[in-house]
């Protein structure tokens, strides 16, 4: 883990170090910014909550805002995450229109649906830059709630204020924390899923709807947001068709192939642990994720196995177990089909712990499994793990097939949502009119 700092301790022109990287889009008249733009990632502890921000290489070191305004400090993109506890805490996230607004803050209460005056608490957020590809650097801002209440409804808003006392606010929001099930144990939770979104927005833009007319609580994405991870312009596209949805609903995401470990996926989504293989407890569900296209393929098998493994056995006691990745291991699609690659380095995980249900993106079509144990059908799901994949939600898509795996295949858009409480986990899949699919899963324990 990074730990310097690197940003220098001149105040310098912002002009002059955009124009360093050759940074086009600078209006107005340049400002005074402390900082000398170094892109080699940092560490930030984040006061309050009981981690660490780490930005990698492409980005600057996370920092503490500051009341600068640039030339057009209106927040973007506004999306939620998750780096601590569901139950208590809250990440908000926007870029700013300029790249040299450093001003971040949230005002928030507890409450839905509150007016803009009635925000009565606020918290200093941070801040950073990144590298894009194409489009020059974007600033992006993140505040980090903890010591929520459970089972909570917040009203926020994010933006900020400059020494002048100018305002640059987003509409209010209001976001959900997740339940105390120890408190609760009738509590029930929604999870929406959906992947493959790259290059087909107006689709996206019909799941996102579809999405949010079932309240989740929770979505889960798994991977392949765009073409190429380097192109902002596509970024935009996914956050933006999304952000009435992902303004109330923290993300959570698993690394496609088509996001190429570029800086743009990791400075724009903030995720548990290090951002690649991690889990999360939410409501009676453990969900781990894993990124199964690392820089180094020799990885798969080894430090990302050793971690997945990890978060399998530390929970081993929930109830129920999902694991969201991106690239299937059975997939009757005439397109990728099954990774053995993943199978010979993940699925014994898999079975050893008893995962209910794997969620996969990559063939952008609609299959579910039988239920499986070690690549053979069984005749009930006790012990067994069902395969989803449904990688519909706007990329072209691909001929679904049968092998005798499947249990269901469409060629379709499509998108789903999980209902997950202690006795049952339901997944309901639709496309992208809000039809059902005929095929979901059902599961029950005692
Ligand atoms: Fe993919």
Redesign the pocket.
């Known amino acids: 883990m990074r730990t310097s700092i690197h940003h220098a301790l001149a105040l310098v022109p912002a002009f002059s170090a955009l124009a360093a990287f050759g940074g086009g889009c600078v209006k107005g008249n340049p400002i005074e910014t402390e900082g000398d733009l170094v892109t080699e990632g940092g560490t930030l502890a984040i006061a309050g909550c009981n981690y660490t921000l780490t930005t990698r290489d492409g980005a600057e070191a996370p920092r503490a805002g500051v009341p600068v305004f640039g030339s057009d400090p209106t927040p973007r993109l506004v999306h939620l995450g998750l780096m601590g506890d569901p139950k208590t805490s809250m990440v908000a996230q926007w870029r700013t229109a300029d790249e040299q607004t450093r001003a971040s803050q949230i005002r928030y209460a507890k409450g839905a649906n509150l007016a803009a005056a009635d925000l009565t608490e606020k918290q200093e957020g941070v801040e950073f830059a990144y590298r894009a590809t194409g489009t020059d650097l974007i600033r992006m801002h993140q505040a980090h709630l903890c010591g929520l209440e459970p089972g909570t409804a917040y009203s926020y808003q994010v933006g900020g204020t400059d020494l002048s006392g100018n305002q640059s606010f987003s509409p209010v929001y209001t976001f959900r924390t997740a339940p105390d099930v120890v408190a609760h144990p009738d509590a029930e939770v929604v999870f929406g899923f959906v992947?493959?979104s790259?290059g087909g927005y107006d689709v996206w833009q019909l799941l996102i709807a579809q999405l949010q007319q079932r309240t989740p609580d929770l979505i889960l994405f798994s991977?392949?947001a765009v073409t190429i991870g380097l192109t902002q312009f596509e970024w935009e596209e996914f956050f933006g068709r999304a952000e009435p949805l992902f303004a109330r609903v923290p993300v959570i995401s698993a690394h496609?192939?088509?996001e190429v470990n570029a800086i743009n996926y990791y400075s724009q989504l903030a995720l548990p642990g290090d951002q690649e293989n991690f889990g999360i407890d939410y409501g009676f569900a453990h969900i781990t994720v894993g990124n199964d296209?690392p820089d180094d393929i020799s990885k798969l098998g080894g430090e990302f196995k050793d971690r997945l493994e990890a978060d399998f056995t530390a929970s081993n006691a929930a109830r129920w177990k999902l694991f969201m990745h991106?690239?299937p291991m059975f997939s009757a699609s005439t397109r990728?089909g099954p990774s053995t690659t993943l199978q010979n380095a993940w699925l014994p995980l898999i079975d050893a712990h008893h995962v209910d249900l794997v969620l996969n993106?990559?063939?952008h079509d609609y299959e579910v499994s039988k239920p499986m144990i070690n690549k053979q059908v069984q005749a009930t799901s006790d012990n067994a793990t069902v395969f989803v994949v449904a990688?519909g939600a706007g990329?072209e898509l691909y001929d679904s097939g049968s092998d005798f795996w499947t249990l269901y295949s469409e060629k379709t858009y499509s998108a789903a949502i999980l209902h997950v409480r202690r006795d049952q986990l339901t997944m309901e899949a639709f496309r992208q009119d809000g039809t059902p699919i005929p095929q979901g899963f059902s599961k029950t324990k005692p």
């Open positions: 992947g493959d790259r991977g392949d496609g192939n088509h296209t991106h690239q990728h993106g990559h063939d990688g990329a």
